[in-house]
């Protein structure tokens, strides 16, 4: 590319926004990068390149961008936030808290930045320094839902703790917004359950899905047909493991939300030899990227090898930005690649698979009583339709037992949390690992957890959740009578 001017940055930068705009990443990224030279202390310069680094998973990469565009631009709060949200996921603690911070003093009265570092401080497992800045927010902000919610995945209070008293003035408050009461009522299902007041839960959870529900609704009749035309694309196919050895080896830990997958990947990546990957939902969309799907994917039977080893490699590609490693022995903990195991199978050498199964009563209290991040999890509003989901994963999950047998090592929660050292020996040695005594010590590594088991796998394995479902059991009669449907 030419030279750019002085007198040409206006017109040219305007130029790459549009390409970035429209998806033309290279050409947007090439024309920033040229502008860079022409303009040097251009602060929008890096901070446009971080965005395309930030998409493209690079995230090490986005942080010294963003440093970059920040030291042009002191200040600037959207290049702040940026700075700090990319340095959580990059895992650069003092640098995100850094930002944090500087964000906090810009605006120290705005909610924000303060609720932002006191999650991130959740996840770092400071749960006590978390909880002061919670606390001090919400005397100041009594009616905000969101804060209540996401304070009390990691707190639990007693029956007499004036937070209680507040959260039930603030739901009777005419002016709640949908949203605000929504966060709220899953807050005090939980808060309830854990003072010992498990008859007022349910009011409050049934209040909290039915307004997420209104906005975020699901249809089990289109999954069904989403998931039948992906199990046809991959029916009578050869499955069976491909020859050959890659670099990168993932273990695929898969299974039901709430039905210990965490728990399950945090004893595998307490291994010396693993690397957490964490929740990367890669594989399916980029699967579906390279074969179509859910209704069109092409048959797996009529993929070439080098079409898979393409989608192979640029799986690897993409974990390599995520996570920072190039080889190794990598868990990539997810719901989605059950759809999808055939065409994993066939295309990633090497590749281990571990279902993780939980009593489907348990698993669905926990579903309907926890916040999933708007239209992600839509069939947990619903006690029905959480049924018919648990039904359909165990029905794929026959499906590919019945195709490929031995394919996989399944684990039962309950299994695990009463015999910890037999069941994780037995998962250690099914992923190809020699056994280490760290695996039961997980509890003493865990890093940044984004997941809404962010406490409990701070915590050494523990049987309380177990039969939970008890409790609720007439609450629960709407699931327990669809699973029992056909």
């Known amino acids: 590319m030419f030279p750019i001017n002085r007198a040409q940055i206006s017109e040219q930068y305007k130029r790459a926004k549009q390409f970035h705009a429209a998806g033309r990443l290279a050409e947007a990224k090439a024309l920033y990068q040229s502008l860079r030279a022409a303009a040097p202390k251009m602060a929008e310069l890096p901070f446009q390149l971080a965005r395309i680094a930030e998409a493209a998973g690079s995230h090490a990469q986005a942080v010294t961008l963003y440093a970059q565009a920040d030291a042009l631009k002191p200040g600037e709060p959207m290049i702040l936030q940026a700075l700090a949200q990319t340095s959580q996921a990059a895992g650069h603690r003092a640098a995100a808290l ?42 100041a902000h009594p009616l905000d839902g969101e804060l209540y919610r996401v304070f009390l995945g990691t707190k639990k ?81 050869d499955l069976s493991a491909p020859e050959g050895t890659s670099t990168l080896r993932p273990i695929f830990v898969i299974g039901m939300p709430r039905s210990g997958t965490t728990l399950v990947e945090q004893i595998i990546a307490s291994h010396s030899d693993v690397i957490a990957g964490g929740e990367l939902t890669l594989f399916p969309r980029l699967a579906f990227q390279a074969f179509g799907g859910p209704r069109d994917m092409t048959p797996l039977r009529d993929i070439a090898p080098d079409k898979l ?17 190039d080889r190794g022995i990598v ?29 489907p009563r348990d698993a669905a209290l926990s579903i309907y009583r926890n916040y999933f991040e708007n239209g992600v999890h839509r069939y947990s509003n619903s006690l029905p339709d959480i049924a018919h989901y648990v039904k359909t994963f165990h029905r794929v999950i026959a499906f590919w037992r019945d195709r490929m047998p031995g394919a996989f090592h399944e684990v039962r929660y309950e299994d695990l949390v009463a015999d910890p050292e037999t069941q994780s020996r037995a998962l250690i040695g099914a992923v190809g690992l020699d056994w280490q ?18 406490h409990q796998v701070r915590q050494p394995i523990y049987q309380t959740s177990a039969a939970a479902w008890k409790r609720y059991e007439a609450e629960l009669a709407p699931f327990i009578d669809a699973m029992k449907e056909p």
């Open 98 to 139: 850094s930002a944090l911070d500087r964000l906090i003093a810009l605006t120290p009265k705005a909610v924000k930045p303060q609720a932002e570092k006191a999650a991130y401080l959740q996840r770092l497992g400071e749960f006590d320094a978390a909880e002061k800045i919670y606390r001090r927010l919400l005397k």
């Open 157 to 237: 209070l007693t029956r007499g703790d004036t937070l209680l008293r507040d959260m039930q003035k603030a739901w009777k408050h005419a002016g709640q917004s949908d949203e605000s009461r929504m966060h709220l009522g899953f807050a005090l299902g939980k808060a309830l359950s854990e003072a010992g007041e498990p008859d007022r839960v349910f009011g409050y959870l049934d209040a909290a899905n039915a307004l997420q529900r209104k906005y975020f609704p699901y249809s089990p009749a289109e999954y069904t047909k989403d998931v039948d035309a992906l199990l046809s694309a991959q029916d009578g196919a």
């Open 309 to 325: 080893a393409a989608l192979a490699r640029t799986y690897a590609d993409a974990v390599t930005r995520m996570v920072g490693v």
């Open 331 to 359: 868990t990539d903990k997810s719901i989605q690649p059950y759809l999808v195991l055939g065409l994993l199978r066939r295309a990633l050498p090497g590749a281990r698979f571990v279902i993780v199964h939980r009593d």
């Open 437 to 454: 005594d760290a695996c039961l010590e997980f509890h003493k590594h865990a890093g940044d957890i984004r997941t809404l088991s962010l």
